[in-house]
């Protein structure tokens, strides 16, 4: 029975390692697959973030105190990349789920429920997939956008130790989430609608673009309950010294909460949906 399953260490650690470098190897040894994924944020970099010139609109000193006084920063491209960390972060995490969809599409699924393996580390696996392959990336995104200007003078080694913390609370509640619809789907075209469907308004309803205070009262109510919201909080306090609307604790706080909160539903389905 599945509720019976036992866990024994260290052999559940290496089974969720060498699960997770199955999928990891995919990836690595495709170097395409990397660039492709990088596309689309560097495109919100280079066209938006760069075309979205701010900076000329609001020009001098009156201009850069505008600037400050509504994103926290004289820069726009600088507020905009830290939001790109996190939509790579999140876009990747997304994709955690297709990959049960494909396993149990070509038989691996069934192959490794007739094993001994716990469910709970299928999950653990695909989710540590999808944490690993979306801080690099995230990494990847923060070179190239220094590269085209953002501003560092704020970026210490401790920034970037809370940026990532925070980008890996991220990944491992939304990999978990998207597992988790993912756990009795068959059929990947309905599970690339769901991440469709989800992405952009999970962005937009966000402070990625925008700050929540400027926006309406609604969309503010929903930017305050997403994740989304509180990585790049976290990230733009860190990396560009712009101040949150709470204490950065209480931030990550909300980001483990929402991480552990996930992670466990997800794996305490899989025992019930998680089937050949």
């Not at 560092?152 to 990532?164: A, D």
């Not at 993912?182 to 937009?204: G, K, T, V, Y």
């Amino acid at each position: 029975m599945a509720a019976k399953e036992k866990v024994r260490f260290p052999s559940f650690l290496r089974t969720i390692v060498s699960l997770s470098n199955r999928d990891l190897k995919k990836w690595y040894l495709n170097p395409a697959l990397l660039v492709i994924s990088l596309i689309q944020p560097i495109i919100w970099l280079t066209l938006f973030g760069k075309a979205f010139n701010l900076g000329s609109l609001f020009a001098g000193n009156a201009g850069s105190a505008i600037l400050t006084r509504i994103f926290g920063t004289s820069s726009y491209f600088s507020f905009l990349a830290i939001g790109m960390l996190a939509f790579i972060t999140v876009s990747t995490s997304m994709m955690g789920g297709m990959s049960i969809v494909w396993d149990r599409r070509f038989g691996f699924i069934d192959k490794i429920l007739s094993t001994p393996v716990s469910r709970a580390a299928i999950i653990i696996g695909k989710i540590a997939n999808s944490i690993v392959r979306a801080l690099i990336q995230a990494g990847v995104v923060l070179i190239i956008a220094v590269a085209l200007g953002m501003t560092v003078s704020y970026i210490t080694l401790s920034g970037l130790i809370t940026t990532f913390g925070a980008l890996f609370l991220l990944s491992f509640g939304m990999s978990s989430l998207f597992i988790l619809l993912a756990l009795r789907s068959r059929d990947w075209q309905s599970q690339m609608m769901i991440i469709n469907l989800l992405m952009l308004p999970l962005l937009f309803a966000s402070n990625a673009f925008f700050p929540v205070a400027e926006m309406p009262s609604w969309l503010q109510a929903i930017a305050n309950v997403n994740p989304i919201s509180y990585a790049i909080s976290i990230g733009r306090n860190a990396m560009l010294g712009i101040p949150t609307s709470s204490s950065i604790y209480l931030q990550m706080g909300y980001l483990g909460a929402f991480a552990v909160g996930m992670g466990i539903i997800s794996i305490v389905l899989s025992w019930k949906l998680l089937k050949g």
